[in-house]
């Protein structure tokens, strides 16, 4: 392990990721990166319309790129969001576990996820029954999300400001103990 640091956050669309990873990464003077937002800007297209066009395949292609590429430079200490789906790739998972200083799982009920992502227009795999293709993709990745996890947190009813906490002081005791 290397004295840069790497923060990465996993877990279900709607779950935080990139709130809580903009809060922590500015608590911590870390630079951001939403692998999403990375990749429409890099595509010149939403994740919607790469969805649309390009199918979905095309762009976990491209989020996989976008990993590889923060996770790999060394030049600075990074927090990044992942797309929900991107630890369906066992590239991406074990790229994730060997590069990462520490992999937080946000791990959010489906209900709250429901409510979180109900103004969704970004979110194409929740067109028609969000709550159905929520617990659907629950129950497939979260195996994986466990998987890659060095911290879970539970944020069932919690303010973003008590998820930022609790990853703040599990990323600080899990540095007391590297």
């Not at 998972?93 to 489906?110: G, N, T, Y």
């Not at 947190?153 to 303010?159: A, E, F, H, L």
């Amino acid at each position: 392990m290397n004295a840069r640091h790497a923060i990465v956050l996993v877990g279900l669309m709607g779950s935080g990721k990139t709130t809580v990873g903009k809060r922590i990464a500015q608590e911590l003077g870390y630079s951001f990166v939403d692998s999403d937002d990375v990749v429409a800007n890099a595509v010149g297209k939403s994740v919607r319309e790469i969805f649309a066009q390009d199918g979905e395949p095309a762009f976990r292609r491209h989020e996989s790129d976008v990993i590889r590429s923060v996770l790999t430079n060394r030049a600075a200490s990074v927090v990044l969001a992942t797309g929900g789906g991107a630890v369906m790739s066992s590239e991406n998972r074990s790229l994730i576990s060997e590069e990462a200083s520490h992999v937080v799982w946000l791990d959010a009920s489906v209900e709250d996820l429901v409510v979180r992502t109900k103004s969704g227009a970004a979110r194409p795999l929740l067109d028609g029954d969000a709550a159905a293709t929520l617990q659907s993709l629950n129950s497939q990745r979260s195996a994986w999300y466990d998987e890659v996890a060095t911290v879970r947190i539970d944020t069932r009813g919690k303010p973003v400001a008590k998820v930022c906490s609790a990853v703040l002081e599990a990323i600080r005791a899990g540095a007391d103990h590297e």
